[in-house]
């Protein structure tokens, strides 16, 4: 194992666990440079083709690899997360052709070289081994030329992704600069007009509305909205009252499996039958509470074979006594040796029992446990209701049931949204995976119940109704909006306008104190405070300060209008990073450069290669 992970972590190592995470190796060499085109294929990519079940295949991968690190699966936006796997698959498919056009290759001699280095395939002399380099292509069913193929493919992507995002240049000077812009530092003062507070003053007209709705018609539309009916059932939501001695002694018996507990007590019993076996039972137990012997007893009174050697019947076992295993467990539990169970009536009579011998592990009696065992008991039970009720529901809303009627026979709250937004959505229902169940085609024209939707705490089942798709709002719908904007804009204006006006008198820091509004002093800052917004961060270290004056700055920012007012930006000495950290970042710039010309790499690449998709395809794997 030690040396597989070594293998794996090496260059050969991982390019083989690319390959094996890929949507190329999940279908097999054979199939993806099998030649023609896949009649079940999303999309035709120069000549080559992405597969209809190779496209299924990553989406599901890349599914529960987001699972993973969400637990609620409705928050996943499933059309974004086709769309992202799509167009990885088919920005793959266009550097591989890239890759062969430009012949990009690496020979079987290069790729031998690179496998006998792996400790993996030597034997315990330090040799290659071909057996074990057999036995690994057979644990991955794998031929050697299905391994070569794709090693080589890989590599070619590689050397043609390295050709690409290793031409990023960005020297270090650059990055000095970059971070030197980092130490700088100065003393702000702080004024913020809010556009609100101008709203009075703002006079709007009919014409002024007029100019805007035409100049602004295309982008004012109306939301797609329905009137959502739905039911929402948790497992907090149901009532447990009642816990049986049934289910407790179901959860003590979970629970010991749990542990892998083996009873290893070894017993002995007195059996008394007959028409007297009761009376007889109570008279031994007596006799033995006032310290005779069980063996001796066992062999005088009682009535099975048993009794000739003292009682012994072994190392208890559940099976023997059929119907009767709980209540002798349950006479049993809590037994030391030594101890004497009270008579306990089987089908074979009445039986009292001792422990002899007990080599098995020390658990906890029932009793001991009874708070927690109730606790599981009721969950145990609650989950049980609650996946019956989803079931009945899912099974009623199949049937067509209309949302009133579920509701009603399963005592379930209905509940409704009205408006409900496919855009934007704020409400409590704003999950990817209900949204798109509200909006999707067929669900609209029917108006039937959909099927169970998981959420974060339980299920959801929604009618839509009362569709309204988007549409371009007249002028008399779209007038609230465009006054809505109208006013922002022009008091923003307004808001301005005033603090460009304080900020021409103010050229030292006397003129601060000077003016009709508070400054806030923030005291010596730095480009990553938190005390002024990204915007705001920004126009602070624009412009530098006159030698013993102050700098006013005086824009328009999210709230309305911001004024800052900044002494002589001041550069620390010393940076806080090392050579190795500049180098270290200079990489990160280069490599996000790179990243950059490979995305526009990719955009040439779709003009040279046709790029065809298969819409019905694509529709029938989204489940549209």
């Known amino acids: 194992m030690d040396k597989l992970r070594d293998f794996l972590k090496s260059w050969p190592g991982r390019i083989l666990l690319i390959l094996c995470l890929s949507p190329l190796a999940l279908l097999g060499v054979e199939s993806y440079f099998g030649g023609g085109v896949d009649p079940n294929q999303i999309a035709q990519v120069g000549d080559a083709s992405v597969g209809l079940s190779e496209y299924q295949t990553a989406v599901n991968n890349r599914r529960t690899e987001l699972l993973e690190q969400v637990d609620d699966a409705s928050l996943l936006n499933e059309d974004v997360l086709h769309e992202q796997v799509l167009k990885g698959l088919i920005d ?192 031994v137990k007596a006799r033995l509470a006032k310290g005779e012997s069980f063996t001796k007893l066992a062999k005088t009174e009682s009535d099975d074979p048993s009794g000739e050697t003292g009682g012994d019947i072994g190392l208890f076992n559940p099976s023997v006594f059929g119907n009767d295993a709980a209540a002798v467990e349950k006479a049993l539990e809590g037994l030391s040796v030594g101890d004497v169970s009270a008579p306990v009536k089987t089908s074979f009579g009445y039986q009292i029992f001792t422990v002899t011998e007990d080599n098995g592990s020390k658990i906890p009696s029932l009793e001991s446990m009874r708070e927690e065992l109730t606790a599981k008991a009721k969950e145990y039970k609650r989950q049980e209701i609650y996946a019956d009720k989803v079931t009945a529901i899912n099974d009623l809303a199949a049937d067509g049931f209309s949302i009133e009627d579920i509701a009603q026979q399963e005592n379930v709250p209905l509940k409704r949204l009205k408006d409900y937004r496919k855009e934007n959505n704020k409400s409590v229902l704003s999950q990817p995976a209900v949204i798109k169940q509200a909006f999707d085609e067929f669900t609209i024209q029917d108006q039937a119940v959909t099927a169970g939707i998981e959420v974060s705490n339980g299920t959801v089942w929604i009618q839509p109704s009362n569709y309204r798709p988007t549409k371009t709002l007249s002028l008399s719908a779209a007038t609230p909006r465009i006054t809505q904007i109208l006013r922002q804009q022009k008091a923003t204006a307004l808001a301005l306008k005033d603090a460009k006006k304080l900020a021409a008198g103010i050229k030292t820091t006397a003129d601060i104190g000077k003016q009709p509004v508070k400054f806030q002093a923030l005291g010596s800052v730095n480009r990553q405070t938190t005390q002024l917004t990204e915007k705001e961060r920004g126009l602070a270290f624009s412009q530098q300060a006159a030698d013993n004056g102050v700098v006013a700055i005086a824009s328009e920012t999210e709230m309305g209008a911001t004024l800052l007012v900044g002494d002589r930006i001041k550069t620390e000495q010393q940076s806080p990073l090392s050579d190795a950290q500049r180098a270290q970042t200079a990489a990160i710039i280069r490599d996000n450069l790179g990243q950059d010309q490979l995305q526009d790499y990719l ?11 298969n819409e019905a395809n694509m529709a029938n794997a989204q489940g549209r």
């Open 92 to 283: 793959r498919t266009l550097l591989e052709q890239q890759a062969g056009k430009l012949g990009m290759t690496v020979s079987d001699d290069t790729i031998n070289r690179l496998l006998r280095q792996e400790e993996i395939f030597k034997d315990e002399n330090g040799e290659f081994s071909n057996d074990q380099f057999a036995s690994f292509l057979r644990q991955r069913n794998m031929t050697k030329d299905q391994l070569f193929t794709e090693f080589r493919n890989q590599l070619s992507l590689d050397q043609l992704n390295a050709s690409i995002v290793g031409t990023a240049a960005y020297p270090m000077q650059a990055v000095s600069q970059l971070i030197d812009l980092q130490l700088e530092s100065r003393n702000i003062w702080l004024h913020r007009f809010n556009w609100q507070d101008y709203v009075g003053q703002v006079k709007l007209s009919k014409n002024d509305i007029q100019a805007y709705y035409d100049a602004n018609k295309d982008t004012l539309k109306s939301a797609a909205v329905v009137d959502l009916a739905y039911l929402q059932l948790s497992p907090q939501t149901i009532q447990v009252n009642e816990v049986t001695t049934e289910d407790l002694q179901q959860q003590y018996a979970a629970y010991k499996q749990s542990l892998a507990v083996v009873d290893e007590r070894k017993i002995s019993q007195i059996l008394l039958t007959g028409n007297d076996a009761k009376a007889r039972a109570d008279k």
């Open 603 to 613: 955009d040439y690449l779709r003009l040279v290669y046709k790029v065809e998709m």
